[in-house]
């Protein structure tokens, strides 16, 4: 681990993510955008062997996810002294699970501590933004990262963590199929209700014209949509879209297909 005395800003770089050959998706009880929606715990595993070489992974039949791994958390420790629960993520870092950490991204965190003490974990191979049912597709991995220290008044503007992203290219969630997707809006003064509304639609549409049951198309939303927001000025309402990837399902010829 690199040591120094003083503030200044970590900077990670990840070269390399390996995951094992299974996953796991869950709605748990409680937890969750929807969590008053869906009371019932489910479970669903996947089967991640070859996935790097296909570049993504199958949910169903006709249903095929990117596979884009990342680390769900990672970060350093912050300037206050106590105990910190490891769900909230923090302005250090933590559980940020953040889908556009995988490899060839550069991220960067603000140190608060000497020795800024980095941590990681909670493997993910597939997630939307929002992980909106509470969990990604949840895996071991292996990381491989090269870590370094930017000091100077350059970096006083740092406050809290960002990142560089991978080139397109390299990110199969950013290259699915013609680049199409459904996107539903939510729209409601309070910006967690129209979150709600967004990733409800979504559900309904996946369900009554895609035919999944209502558990599974709220865990494919969490694992391969995207929350949009796409309008926080016009007030009192918010405007919170909920995206799913046409290029996913194999009827619309989608570019994961094989």
């Given amino acids: 681990m690199t040591t120094f005395l003083g503030p200044g800003v970590l900077k990670v770089e990840f070269l390399e993510l390996i995951t094992a050959d299974y996953g796991w998706t869950a709605i748990l009880s409680g937890f969750g955008i929807l969590a008053d929606d869906f009371p019932e715990q489910k479970l669903k595993f996947w089967d991640l062997k070859g996935a790097k070489e296909r570049g993504y992974i199958v949910f169903k039949e006709g249903i095929h996810v990117p596979f884009s791994p990342f680390l769900g958390v990672i970060g350093v420790a912050p300037a206050e002294d106590g105990e910190f629960g490891m769900v909230p ?49 949840e895996t ?8 370094s220290v930017e000091k100077g008044k350059g970096k006083r503007w740092v406050k809290s963590p960002y990142i560089i992203t991978a080139p397109s290219a390299a ?28 990733v409800r639609g979504a559900v309904g549409w996946l369900v009554e014209e895609k035919g999944l049951e209502r558990e599974e198309a709220y865990m494919l939303a969490s694992v391969a949509g995207s929350l949009k927001m796409c309008e926080v000025v016009d007030m009192p309402n918010y405007a919170i879209g909920f995206a799913v990837p046409l290029g996913i399902f194999v009827e619309e010829g989608g570019g994961l297909c094989e």
């Fill in 171 to 198: 990110r199969p969630e950013m290259n699915v199929g013609d680049g199409r997707e459904f996107v539903y809006l939510g729209i409601d003064e309070d910006i967690r209700e129209a979150t709600r509304k967004a």
């Fill in 89 to 137: 993520p923090l302005e250090t870092g933590g559980n940020i699970d953040t889908r556009h950490i995988t490899v060839g991204s550069v991220l960067y965190l603000p140190v608060k501590v000497p020795g800024a003490l980095l941590s990681c974990g909670d493997g993910h191979a597939a997630q939307g933004d929002g992980e909106v049912c509470g969990t990604a597709v």
């Fill in 140 to 147: 071991p991995m292996k990381a491989r990262v090269r870590v």
